[in-house]
């Protein structure tokens, strides 16, 4: 066959946004997988332990707790907002939007390490007893995944400046925050308050 | 256009996007690691029936184990469950899952649909030098003053946890290393999941993929739901190792109250029931679509076979406490486990009989793939049979832990898994490489295989049924082992030849790259789209993308003429 | 270079020979026990359906290699095996795999379960013992004149050594000082996992007098291989005899320092009655 009655030009791989979203849902549900797998694990050793150490934390951790869940709700609303503003074609205000999320999660793992430090210092530490192990697995591997989600923030914030931007790659990085957001929430409840 | 682009030797071969280079690292990866394995087995072998003897010279017994602590060039206890537990580490993650999944996932599947390339070719970089990575870290523990892991590949807690008592480094290195592996893995699943999702071509509907692909599809969809399970395992046991926790210790030896060891088998098995099938879907698949090509005529009952895939897939997820009767498992889960288990045995036997059917009134030409995908019929046929006692909860009882288990996981992954990919390997070599294999040595390959594995393995399932127990370094110190003790050796005389057959089949590798007849375009006849593209596959595929029309069998069609077969985008003359 | 070669070859030779005939069974060590036979029972019935199975397969396959080999004049015929008859065909041949051999072995191994290994002899003439293997040996408990656990007369026999009276149920209660240890009798077929943390209940019963091994069969460590007791099934009175001569010898030194290294002395725990 030679090249010249060829219909169709050579196969390029797909730009789409759908391609990019399937690859990012399957990538952030296997995340989800680990987690799932890791709070189940917490709930096996929390079942079998029947009470669970009963340990108590001062209240300064406990307020910083706090504060960092409405640090990383409000880091996913602002990131949320950008997306409206992308939509809307405003890319400048967008480009706030993210740096200001990229601030939040910033500050969130300050705060992390602030309450790591101060929990240290109450003597609330990983070998100290099951509740302390989980407490600083779940926030240590979640704190891993936000160092990750600030650098996807940061390679978001290069394209919107060079702009060489496109929508799919707001959703994406979204997708990714978001899903760290509610792994934040989910541990905030089973590990936190319950 | 993207074929004829330059590049530097770097970005053409080292950090190639293109999903046939990568494909071909994780071949070479694989079969380093295939050779490394092996090489460890036959040093098992030697230590089981050549008790505390040195190393003969060609073991290398001039170089190893010379700081031995029983002597000079003699594999001890402690070395000796460093030998099993990295034998079945590097064969299952290291050797099977980079040939099967690596390099022929990467390789086959966008030739098989008909794309370009990967989805996303970076990740697909990305990934292999992950499993590069993994690699390092785990040759490295090789070099560790006390040795490498000891826990068996499986590495219960408490043994593998620093309560244990054995080296805790290497298991901390292993650990990471798996970690590594299976993030490599799983960035593959993603790509393979989502290509085959929106890259297939034009008519190529998911019930017109060769079932090579299909194979590939369902394993990575138990990847990506899978490993990201056994991450959190290892995670745990990595933080038991490392950070003083104790999630997994219980009993006296623990300091922190409430861990529990179960939970980490309960998490091992979660992930490694679905891997046994992680590992054999795309030899199934592979074998599938071979006896086709060799047989001349259509896969048989092809839908049927993809839903009984299909069927197993979703099985596999809710049988893994089969692995646990002995635990003390509750009689209501106990028997749940065993019902769910037998289950599997409706689809896998469908679908075997389809294998059977697909021979049926062909024309069975025997190439050494052939040989190859027959002989898995053979060793699967054996293995999934012997699975029957496995899943039965009072004869696992007997069996559980015993030689039995070894010959049939043996049977099940390494035979046939390996022998499906030897298949792979001379199936597609010509379109890898433009050169055939060469086949005389294929075939003195093969029957060097087939007979002293089945010696080997079938063995180990009589010995398992004589009581012999797994993971022991010395049998003569049990009364009731003294009559497997002949058969032992006789076991390792064999395991000796099928290793020295594999030195043959990596002979017969190198060689027919530099010297080997060039191939042609198609020389097996076969119908997938892999065949319709010309040596060199250029970077992008196919010059257009195909226009898929048939199924991927289309063999001896009636209306056929000159050729027997007709490719998937070739329409079927009037 | 040749030596070696001839010697390797003049070995083999010795060993095929020697071992021909029987290399495709080993029979498994004797069964002593009242249920071993069961085991037994499920493992031949299964041999059997399955070599009934497999070699039709191999018939099959051997009569297609020679029919159906490729051959001038020979052409394969294009059979898709997707019609409803056939797939009608696999489909049935699977349920009869199915019901053959799944649903028999099944409907054995659940009846045994009951009758047998899940169902547990109560009574006064049932022999307690509890098990505590560390690595790399076995330490057994038995209760003393007042047939309680974890109290000051417990007998404890030597390590590694178990003596049972025979044609009696005897009850194991079993848990680990350290790491997970496999509880194995291979003449008794049982078998029982030993995890740190939780008591696992087992019982068999001795048909004959001997001496047995038991082994681990869970890999705990560099000795896994040299953990093995001996399990001694005597008649009523011999095992009566044995229980006195441990009670007038008390407890052995080893069992007092109570340090790390060793084993505490007082490890066991009050009998976990089971349902």
Redesign the interface.
């Known amino acids: 066959m030679s090249s010249g009655t060829l219909v169709k030009k050579t196969a390029q791989l797909p730009e789409d946004n759908f391609t990019s979203y399937l690859g990012m849902i399957i990538g952030v549900g296997s995340f989800a997988m680990l987690f799932i797998a890791l709070f189940a694990s917490y709930g096996v050793l929390r079942i079998r332990a029947g009470v669970w150490m009963g340990y108590t934390i001062g209240t300064l951790p406990l307020i910083l707790l706090w504060v960092n869940t409405v640090i990383i709700c409000s880091s996913s609303y602002i990131l949320f907002k950008s997306g409206k503003s992308i939509k809307a074609g405003n890319l400048n205000t967008a480009r706030k939007y993210v740096f200001a999320t990229l601030c939040f999660g910033a500050g969130f793992l300050l705060m992390q390490i602030i309450l790591w430090n101060t929990l240290i210092a109450e003597g609330f530490i990983i070998s100290a007893h099951q509740a302390g192990s989980v407490f600083y697995m779940l926030s240590g591997l979640h704190g891993l995944h936000v160092l990750g989600g600030l650098a996807a923030l940061m390679w978001l914030l290069l394209k919107l400046t060079q702009n060489k931007f496109k929508e799919k790659h707001g959703v994406m990085v979204g997708m990714f925050w978001h899903f760290l957001t509610v792994v934040w929430i989910a541990f905030f409840i089973l590990v936190v308050i319950v | ?3 004829s682009h330059e590049q530097s030797f770097w970005s053409k071969y080292i950090f190639s996007l293109d999903h046939k280079v990568i494909g071909k690292q994780f071949l070479w990866l694989g079969i380093f690691f295939l050779l490394f394995g092996g090489f460890q087995a036959m040093l098992i072998r030697w230590s089981l029936s050549n008790n505390m003897e040195p190393l ?1 010279w ?1 073991l290398l017994g001039d170089f190893l184990y010379q700081s031995s602590p029983v002597g000079a060039g003699i594999i001890g ?2 070395a000796y ?1 460093q030998l099993f537990t990295m034998h079945g580490t590097i064969m299952i993650f290291w050797a099977i899952t980079p040939i099967l999944i690596g390099a022929f996932g990467n390789f086959c599947i966008p030739l098989q649909i ?4 990967m ?3 970076k ?1 697909n970089m990305i990934s292999f030098w992950t499993m590069f990575l993994a690699s390092v870290v785990l040759l490295f523990s090789y070099l560790l003053p006390e040795g490498t892991a ?3 590949w499986t590495s ?4 593998s946890t620093p ?4 080296p805790g480094q290497g298991q901390t290195m292993w650990t990471l290393a798996l970690t590594l592996a299976g993030t490599s893995t ?1 960035m593959g ?3 393979y ?2 290509t085959i ?3 297939r ?1 034009p008519g190529m509907d998911y019930f017109k993929m060769p079932l090579t692909t299909w194979g590939l599809f369902l394993t990575s969809i138990l990847n ?6 056994i ?3 290892l ?2 046991l990595l ?1 038991d190792n490392i ?5 997994l ?6 300091t ?8 980490y088998q ?2 091992f098995w ?1 992930f490694g029931h679905p891997e046994v099938y992680i590992l054999i879907l795309p030899a199934w698949g592979i074998v599938s679509d071979l006896l086709s090509v060799f ?10 076979t993809a839903i009984c895939m299909c069927t197993i897939t979703a099985l596999s997820g809710v049988v893994w406490g089969h692995h646990m009767y ?3 498992m509750s ?1 209501l889960l ?2 749940t486990f ?2 769910l288990t ?2 599997i ?3 896998s ?2 679908f ?3 294998w ?11 190439d050494v793939p052939m040989l190859f995908a ?1 002989s898995v ?2 060793v699967f ?2 293995g999934g ?2 699975g ?2 496995n899943a ?4 696992d ?6 030689y039995f288990v070894v010959g049939h996981f043996h049977y099940t992954m390494a035979a046939s898994v390996l022998f499906g990919g030897f298949a792979a390997i001379y199936f597609w070599f010509p379109k890898m490489f433009g050169r055939d294999l060469d086949p005389t040595m294929g075939k003195i390959h093969f029957w060097g295989s087939f007979i002293p594995l089945n010696l080997v393995f ?2 180990m399932m ?2 398992g ?3 012999h ?7 003569s ?4 082992l003294k ?2 003790l ?2 032992n ?2 076991m390792t ?1 064999s395991a000796f030849i099928l290793g020295a057959v594999q030195v043959l089949f990596a002979f017969n590798f190198v060689w027919s790259l530099v010297k080997g007849k060039l191939a042609e375009k198609n020389p097996w006849g076969a119908a997938t789209l892999e065949w319709t593209v010309d040596h060199p596959i250029p970077h ?6 195909p226009q898929v029309v048939n199924g991927p069998h289309e ?4 209306s056929l003429k000159d050729k ?1 077969w007709l490719a998937q985008s070739e329409p079927l003359p009037s | 270079m040749k030596n070696i070669l001839c010697n390797f070859i003049q070995k083999f030779r010795q060993k095929t020979i020697t071992l021909l005939p029987g290399i495709w069974f080993l029979d498994p060590p004797k069964d002593v026990s009242l249920d071993g036979y069961r085991i037994d029972n499920v493992i031949q019935y299964t041999d059997l359906v399955i070599t009934i199975y497999f070699s039709i397969v191999v018939l099959l396959m051997l009569y297609f290699i020679l029919k159906y080999r490729h051959r001038p004049g020979h052409k394969a015929v294009y059979e898709k095996g997707e019609s409803k008859k056939h797939i009608g065909f696999t489909v049935c041949m699977g349920m009869l795999v199915f019901l053959s051999i799944d649903v028999v072995i099944e409907g054995m191994s659940f009846r045994d379960l009951k009758e047998a290994f899940w169902n547990f002899p109560k009574g006064d003439n049932v022999v307690k013992v509890e098990v505590m293997p560390q690595q790399f040996a076995w330490n057994f408990r038995y209760t003393g004149t007042d047939g309680e656990f974890g109290t000051e007369d417990d007998l404890i026999p030597a390590q590694n050594q178990m003596h049972i009276p025979v044609n009696t149920p005897v009850v194991i209660q079993i848990a680990p000082l350290d790491v997970i240890h496999s509880f194995f009798i291979p003449n008794f077929r049982v078998k029982v996992d030993a995890t740190p943390g939780m008591v696992n209940t087992m019982w068999f019963q001795a048909t004959e007098t001997g001496e047995f091994e038991i082994a681990c069969a869970e890999l705990c460590g560099n000795s896994h291989y040299r953990m093995k007791g001996i399990l001694t099934v005597e008649s009523q009175e011999d095992y009566n005899n044995w229980l006195n001569t441990l009670e007038e010898e008390g407890p052995e030194d080893e069992w007092e320092d109570d340090d790390d290294e060793g084993v505490p002395s007082r490890w066991g725990w009050a009998w976990k009655e089971s349902e």
């Open positions: 256009m993207s074929n003969p060609w206890p402690d469950n008909g794309a370009p390339d989805v996303f070719p990740l000891a826990g068996g219960y807690p408490p043994l309560v244990g008592g054995i799983l699943a993603i790509n999941i989502t999702v929106r890259l071509a990506a739901l899978f490993v990201p399970i991450a959190a395992g995670i745990i933080l950070a003083g926790t104790q999630f210790v219980a009993g006296s030896k623990a922190i109250p409430g861990g529990d060891p179960l939970l309960h998490v979660i047989a001349r005529k259509p896969a048989f009952g092809y839908k049927v002995t635990t003390g009689p106990g028997k065993m019902f037998l289950l045995s409706i689809p036997s469908i075997f009989l389809n059977l059917g697909t021979l049926w009134k062909g024309a069975l030409k025997f027959m019929m053979w046929g054996l049979l012997t029957l006692y039965t909860i009072t004869s009882i007997y069996l559980h832990d015993t079938f063995n009589v010995m049924y004589a009581g127990h797994r993971r022991i370094f010395d049998p110190e049990f009364e009731f009559p497997v002949g058969l050796d006789f005389t992008g595929n196919f010059s257009a993308t063999y001896s069609h009636p027997d």
